[in-house]
């Protein structure tokens, strides 16, 4: 079945750090994959996103790289700060679909 | 302002009661949705709604029902409340893809 799923459900990280949260989905048909943060007693907050057609997308200190092959997506943090702490999720849709599904979670911890 | 809210924040009840979240956005999305997220974080979709017609309906219990009154509110009922309902629920509307989520409903069912 469908499934959208993370190798690693806890990493810390010292600040300053870059961090590496990765996600590995079962999908083929899904064409659009974004990651989002949850910071405590908050909802889900969209960090960047990426389609089937790319393999790498940057933003601001954030990295979201996709292999099609090995079906995994993966969310760099440059320079790790305290208010990355969150609970970070991939999620996928497939092409003209309104269903996102999400992966399990990671919890980002960064130390001081 | 607020693009997603959701009323109320907080919600604790007694088993066998019927409670109503309410959601507005101010986005002006076609298309919005209710998550269950239960104590492992696992974020569940429940419904969608396109232009007020329900597009999604994940095999949730009849005792839930999802109504649009229009594009902008989608608000969640919940009929003879069980202890396992207890959990967060997330409203969000979305634009094409991305999804923008509410603040979330924390239910407890005493």
């Known amino acids: 079945g469908e499934s959208v799923g993370l190798h690693l459900p806890t990493l810390s990280v010292q600040e300053g750090d870059n961090s590496i949260i990765n996600c590995a989905y079962s999908?083929?048909?899904?064409?659009?994959f974004i990651w989002y943060k949850q910071e405590s007693g908050k909802g889900p907050q969209f960090i960047i996103d990426?389609?089937?057609?790319?393999d790498k997308r940057q933003g601001q200190r954030v990295t979201v790289l996709l292999n099609k092959t090995v079906k995994h997506l993966s969310l760099q943090i440059a320079a790790t700060q305290p208010g990355d702490s969150a609970v970070y999720f991939c999620?996928?849709?497939?092409?003209?679909?309104?269903?996102?599904?999400f992966g399990a979670g990671t919890r980002l911890f960064v130390k001081a | 302002d607020t693009a997603v809210s959701q009323t109320p924040k907080y919600l604790v009840t007694q088993m066998g009661n019927d409670k109503s979240i309410k959601c507005e956005q101010n986005?002006?999305?076609?298309?919005m949705y209710w998550y269950k997220q239960d104590s492992k974080k696992f974020l569940k979709i429940m419904f969608s709604?396109?232009?007020?017609?329900?597009?999604i309906n994940e095999t949730v219990p009849n005792r839930f029902s999802p109504k649009s009154p229009d594009k902008a509110h989608l608000n969640l009922h919940i009929n003879s409340l069980e202890l396992g309902d207890s959990a967060v629920y997330f409203c969000?509307?979305?634009?094409?893809?991305?999804?923008?989520f509410g603040p979330g409903t924390r239910l407890t069912v005493l």
């Open positions: 709604y396109n232009n007020k017609e329900l597009i």
């Open positions: 986005l002006g999305h076609d298309t």
């Open positions: 990426i389609r089937s057609n790319m």
């Open positions: 999908n083929s048909a899904s064409d659009y």
């Open positions: 999620a996928e849709t497939p092409t003209g679909g309104f269903k996102t599904i």
């Open positions: 969000a509307s979305a634009s094409v893809d991305t999804q923008y």
